[in-house]
């Protein structure tokens, strides 16, 4: 794939004006959602703030509660710890909450007994637009148009809209990741072809055929099979394929539409690589095929972009990236996890957490921060950072994790909604290692959607 992958450190002066069109374009409408002009007295919310934002005459004391471990951790607590040093009028305390899924019921109690932190860090695609709906959440769209120094145009567009429930800011992108393909270049090189990732769905498969014809791939210690295609029980990449097909899970509104022509192709296109072509395994999670992958039991592996340290350092092989294939239309789902301020506590408390926020996303500290995690930078400034365009020329798979931003897409309504996404998998296995008939099997997906669409708006 050396010929996808930019040697430039800048992105195309096209690609350039795309991201930064659509980042003021989408900025305008966040901060013409606060109402009123420029003119006239600020709110309460905003009161006091300076050309640098805000600052305390007494210390403001907040928690932030954080999820992910490892060098994730590590990038927050130092995040924190800088802040900290800087500002003698703000102290923040880390305290960790375990996984997302554990971090979330800890914040159902403690807003139901009146001590929930002040700042949090949620995921992007179910628990913030849960908390938002419930009124949990406090919105960003003043502190966005009023304070001048967050440079709040400059944040990836696709990002902010993620972060927009009901055509409110909840969320500040700080985690944040796409859907990539991977691939092994050493074996493309063993069978002969050029080192370029499938562009296409109908390439995947063309490539895929022939990798397996030429050998390439280490047996499955199980079985001695080989295979080279992940058919992975996945929503988020299935949410990818379906938009490249020009299909949807659902309308905004929640309701489902799986039953469209377009994700029946999917649903097919997907059953055939495992069941008629025989090129692609079946794996009950994401995570199987990314060890699959590592131990060269595979060619080709979809995961996040926040995986790609531990795919390259774990792999033995080259590793190319490329962005998620295409068919009628490209586009990405964003997930990740972003940064929350609560609803109810003091305002000088969610001024605080403003300001930490708005410190731990600046474009110096998304560059660190996505360095040292793999997460996306989550500002179209970091490109002409030259710290950053270093970074690119020696590291070009995390460029394509920066270029594939302009393809981002909020996910499907139906994704935010509890049980969803386990009905789709259960959908995807059913469908690749159950050998059901399509059409029954999202006949029977389009009927649980509704009931949880159902459930969710009573």
């Keep these: 794939m050396d010929s996808q992958i930019p040697t430039r450190a800048t992105a195309s002066p096209t690609r350039r004006r ?11 409408l966040i901060l013409a959602a606060c109402g009123g002009s420029s003119g006239g007295a600020p709110s309460e919310a905003v009161a006091g703030i300076g050309p640098n934002g805000f600052t305390f005459k007494q210390p403001v004391a907040i928690t932030y509660w954080k999820s992910l471990e490892g060098p994730r951790h590590e990038a927050q607590v130092k995040l924190a710890d800088d802040f900290n040093k800087m500002r003698s009028d703000v102290k923040v305390t880390v305290e960790h909450v375990g996984t997302y899924d554990q971090a979330a019921p800890k ?7 009146g001590t929930p932190p002040e700042t949090m860090l949620l995921t992007v695609d179910t628990y913030m637009p849960s908390f938002a709906r419930q009124g949990a959440l406090y919105p ?6 009023a304070d001048k120094s967050a440079q709040f145009n400059k944040y990836a567009p696709g990002f902010i809209k993620n972060g927009t429930i009901n055509g409110k800011l909840y969320q500040i992108p700080l985690a944040r990741s796409t859907p990539l393909l991977y691939f092994n270049k050493d074996m493309f090189k063993a069978a002969g072809m050029p080192e370029t990732a499938p562009d296409s769905w109908d390439q995947v498969l063309d490539i895929s ?12 210690n199980a079985d001695q099979s080989r295979f080279v295609f992940p058919a992975a029980a996945y929503w988020w990449t299935m949410q990818s394929m379906i938009w490249a097909y020009g299909g949807t899970l659902s309308d905004d509104k929640f309701n489902p539409t799986v039953t469209s022509p377009e994700v029946n192709q999917v649903f097919q296109w997907l059953q055939d690589i495992v069941q008629r072509h025989r090129v692609a395994r079946y794996y009950k999670t994401e995570g199987n095929s990314s060890t699959a992958f590592r131990a060269g039991q595979l060619a080709f592996y979809m995961g996040s972009t926040a995986n790609l340290t531990q795919i390259e350092e774990g792999t033995s092989s080259r590793v190319g990236t490329a962005f998620m294939p295409k068919q009628k239309a490209r586009n990405v789902p964003g997930g990740g996890s972003g940064m929350c301020i609560m609803k109810d506590i003091a305002p000088e408390k969610r001024q605080a957490g403003w300001e930490f926020i708005k410190f731990a996303t600046n474009t110096p500290n998304t560059i660190y921060f996505s360095q040292m995690t793999g997460y996306m930078v989550v500002r179209t400034d970091a490109e002409s950072n030259p710290d950053y365009q270093k970074f690119l020329k020696e ?14 897409r909020t996910g499907d309504s139906i994704s935010q909604l509890v049980g969803s996404t386990q009905a789709i998998e259960a959908a995807i296995t059913d469908v690749v ?20 669409a159902q459930d969710a708006k009573k």
């Excluded at 914040?107 to 007994?113: P, R, V």
């Excluded at 055929?209 to 499955?220: E, N, S, T």
């Excluded at 590291?395 to 981002?408: E, G, I, L, R, S």
């Excluded at 159950?434 to 949880?452: M, P």
């Design 395 to 408: 590291h070009p798979n995390a460029k394509v994790t920066f270029d594939q931003m302009q393809y981002v």
């Design 209 to 220: 055929m022939k990798l397996q014809r030429a050998g390439v791939v280490q047996p499955d």
């Design 107 to 113: 914040l159902t109690a403690a807003l139901a007994g």
């Design 140 to 145: 960003f769209d003043e502190f966005a148009k």
């Design 18 to 28: 795309l991201l930064f069109t659509a980042a003021g374009g989408t900025s305008a």
């Design 433 to 452: 290692s159950g050998n059901k008939a399509v059409k029954s099997v999202l006949e029977e997906l389009q009927r649980q959607l509704t009931n949880i």
